[in-house]
């Protein structure tokens, strides 16, 4: 009989953490991506909500229980969320793995092509990429 798949099926546990593999061997599984999400204006603080944007380390969809993860005061202050947006493009360098880029505000960042240092990094979003691009050879006209 042939064999459907090549490795042995994969298990969450929620006691053991990472996935656990039915024949007991362990594997680890790391982020392939890091998300900066839109706004969220339902975080609570005290007795307000406040707008915050997430950087979250995940693997495809999923988020890493103990990956990348950062919460970001975005109400009122573009900088703070320049800083974390940059701490975060900083670590998703020496990983190696793409941004997913969901934040408008983050998305006119880079494409206005002079806010955040992009060199090494991927951006898994098209239309992003697609705006990178045409920044890049309207500034190769000049």
Do not use: W
Not at 68 to 94: I, P
Not at 121 to 132: C, F, H, P, V
Request: glycine fraction near 8%; charged fraction near 30%; avoid cysteine.
């Amino acid at each position: 009989m042939k064999k459907m798949y090549a490795g042995p099926a994969k298990v969450h546990n929620d006691e053991t953490g990472p996935a656990d593999s039915i024949d007991g061997s362990r594997h680890e599984t790391a982020g392939n991506n890091l998300l900066i999400s839109n706004f969220d204006r339902y975080h609570e603080n005290g007795p307000e909500f406040e707008a915050v944007v997430y950087i979250t380390e995940r693997y495809r969809y999923t988020p890493i229980p103990d990956g990348y993860r950062e919460t970001v005061r975005a109400q009122g202050d573009r900088e703070r969320v320049r800083s974390a947006v940059t701490r975060a493009l900083e670590y998703a360098r020496r990983k190696g793995i793409p941004i997913q880029v969901n934040n408008p505000h983050v998305r006119a960042d880079i494409a206005a092509g002079n806010v955040y240092d992009l060199t090494g990094i991927t951006i898994a979003d098209a239309l992003i990429s697609e705006i990178r691009e045409r920044v890049e050879s309207a500034e190769g006209e000049d």
